[in-house]
T-cell receptor, first 114, second 114 residues
Framework: NAGVTQTPKFQVLKTGQSMTLQCAQDMNHNSMYWYRQDPGMGLRLIYYSASEGTTDKGEVPNGYNVSRLNKREFSLRLESAAPSQTSVYFC?????????????FGPGTRLLVL | QKEVEQNSGPLSVPEGAIASLNCTYSDRGSQSFFWYRQYSGKSPELIMSIYSNGDKEDGRFTAQLNKASQYVSLLIRDSQPSDSATYLCAVTFLSSGSARQLTFGSGTQLTVLP
């Protein structure tokens, strides 16, 4: 049982390049989330998916797109990377539906945009 | 705008002392409150959750919630060097569908001195 996995662990991009961050969970959770964490700041929600087939914007969605490929997988795409998107990206999942549910986080992807 | 504020720190305590971490939140409709611990370079991990006014104890950790004052705290008794980490306060509110959005504070960095 791996929990939440993310690939890649680290990536360097040039401004304007595109890439997709992958996330998968094996806990049969309904809800999945993408966050970014910048130095000295807490996590900020980019997009989330309440259930398979649905996605919604979070606090900071500009410059990103997401795909809920199936119940297990939730990807985050940067179409044209900018230096402001240099950050650590965390994927999380939860069972969904209850106010007491816990979100479980993946190990993170460190992204540097030059 | 839903906000979560934490005492900015950094906070240093001697080994064996009590560490007190504080958090206030702006949304009176918030229902669930969480404390996550994040070691440097790692992902957040849940250490405490609290949903009702009062205290909740789990080992050396005690979470305290006062909804009237919109205040939640975490006490760590008999602090150990291994408790040195950043502690993130997170609050949920009901969003669309069944997903619950977590709003995080910026974190308090705790150092326990041997």
């Amino acid at each position: 049982n791996a929990g939440v996995t993310q690939t890649p662990k680290f990536q360097v991009l040039k401004t304007g390049q595109s890439m997709t961050l992958q996330c998968a969970q094996d806990m049969n959770h309904n809800s999945m989330y993408w966050y970014r964490q910048d130095p000295g700041m807490g996590l900020r929600l980019i997009y989330y998916s309440a259930s398979e087939g649905t996605t919604d914007k979070g606090e900071v969605p500009n410059g990103y797109n997401v795909s809920r490929l199936n119940k297990r997988e939730f990807s985050l795409r940067l179409e044209s990377a900018a230096p402001s998107q240099t950050s650590v990206y965390f994927c999380a999942s939860s069972e969904g539906g209850g106010r007491r549910e816990t979100q479980y986080f993946g190990p993170g992807t460190r992204l540097l945009v030059l | 705008q839903k906000e979560v504020e934490q005492n900015s720190g950094p906070l240093s305590v001697p080994e064996g002392a009590i560490a007190s971490l504080n958090c206030t939140y702006s949304d009176r409709g918030s229902q669930s409150f969480f404390w996550y611990r994040q070691y440097s370079g790692k992902s957040p991990e849940l250490i405490m959750s609290i949903y009702s006014n009062g205290d909740k104890e789990d080992g050396r950790f005690t979470a305290q919630l006062n909804k009237a004052s919109q205040y939640v705290s975490l006490l760590i008794r008999d602090s150990q060097p291994s408790d040195s980490a950043t502690y993130l306060c997170a609050v949920t509110f009901l969003s669309s569908g069944s997903a619950r959005q977590l709003t995080f504070g910026s974190g308090t960095q705790l150092t326990v001195l041997p």
